[in-house]
Structure formats: structure tokens, C-alpha cells
């Protein structure tokens, strides 16, 4: 949550191009959200996918990150890999390289990096994991990186001059220590457009969320994350908006000038 003055705004995000072709379901999705992280073929999609989800985006204004992953496209980059850190800095740079290219070529920039999946979640919990995450993105000419408050990336991100937005998910289960629950526990994925968007609410008012255990957690946000694999993408990002700006909270991108710093 950012306070602009007396308007407080939010960004409204969603990890796209993880499909053979640019859907309808990622359409609608699109038409809601204000950025989007493109899958940069590791974990999902290919080079075809990422210019037409890159051009999506430029004809909507929506700003453009790079979703980055473990090399895991049987387990959809969501299985825990030990991979060595100079390995993983050269895959992160190999897969933002090629999504620069794409979005380039489609007349987009690339603002930030979100990893994906169980990237995500190490670089949140190992330091190891995090210092080569950070590592590759500063040898990168984007400058952001997207992870969940308290995660070990942040340190070592501000360090390097990067700038750490933070991530919220409105749509997952939370634990009592502010981390997302593991995908296989009963709760841990949201699927009700209307409870999602209760949820999105309450993480940018009030500044936090109730966990599966009962517990009010606090979770700072910036951004919030609308997983675009779900069934019901389009309808809970429609839903999550709309509920938003209702509670007088403005939805638009981080990373462009109109944005917030």
C-alpha cells in the first residue's frame, strides 16, 4: 500500500504467458490488471507467447515484468531445486534476455523480476537463494525486483541499489509468520472471486490478513498478485478491482511515471 497523499494506491498484478497461446482467459485478465509478469519459458511458455502477451500489454498501458523461474517445466517451476548460485544467476539472465528481446520487439519495456514459484518461495526463505537472485537482477538494466515482506532478498536488494516492491497475494492462504501456505494444504488457494477481492481489501486498508490458522497477520503490500492459472483468473481480477476502487483505493502500475515511487 502506498499513501499518496490523501489517495491510496495499489498495484494490481498478474503472471501471465504460461499457456501455448495468449488466452482469453489472459485477455480478461488483462483488462484488469495494471501489470503483468511474463513467463520467460523456463517454467511455461515460449518466445511466440511473450511478444503476443508483450503486445497485449502495450496496447493497455499495463506495465511488463519478467516472471523468472527454476529450469522446470514438467513441475511448472513449483518443485524445490538446489541449483548452484552462479547456475542460477546465468538462468535468470538467459530467461530475462530473452523476454527483453520479445517485449523489445513488441515496443514494451521490461520494469521489473518477479521469480515464480518455488524460486519464489527459496529466494523468500534461503539467503544463499536470494543473493543470486539479487545478483542477477543487478546485473540487469531494469533496476526492480517483486518479493513478499520478509523475505531474505530484500536486504541484499537495497544493498545493491535495487528497489524491493512488495508483494501481497490475495488469492492464497497465509500463514501465522506471514508466509504463503504450501499449495497442497486444505485453504492455501482461494478460488471465490468474492472472497478474493474481501481479502485484496483488507491487505491494502488494513494492512494485513487473517491466516489459515485464524490469526491476524500483518503483510505489507504494494502490489497484489492475481494468479492467471486460475480457473476463475478473469472473473477474480475483474472482482479484486472493482473492489478496490469502491473502497476509494486507486489501481494503477508501480513502474510508470503516472505510478508511485
Known sequence: MVDTGAMVA?????????AEVLTPMD???????????????????????????ARACVARGVAIGAH???RDSEGFGRRTREVAPAQLIDDIIEQCATLLEEVGSAGGTVAYVKPHGALYNQMSADAVVATSVVSAVSRLAIGTLLTQA?????????RSGLRVV???FPDRGYLANGRLAPRHRAGAVVDDPAHVADRAVSLVHRG???????????????TLCIHGDSPSAAATAAAVRAALEGAGIAVRPFATPDGFA
Open 10 to 18: 495499489v498495484d494490481l498484478n498478474a503472471d501471465l504467458g504460461e
Open 27 to 53: 485477455a480478461g485478465v488483462l483488462d484488469a490488471v495494471t501489470s503483468v509478469s511474463i513467463a520467460c519459458g523456463f517454467h511455461a511458455g515460449s518466445r511466440k507467447v511473450m511478444r503476443d502477451t
Open 68 to 70: 523468472v523461474s527454476f
Open 150 to 158: 520478509g523475505s531474505e532478498a530484500i536486504a541484499p536488494a537495497h
Open 166 to 168: 512488495l508483494e501481497g
Open 208 to 222: 494485513g490478513i487473517e491466516a489459515m490458522s485464524g490469526q491476524w497477520t500483518l503483510v505489507a503490500v504494494e
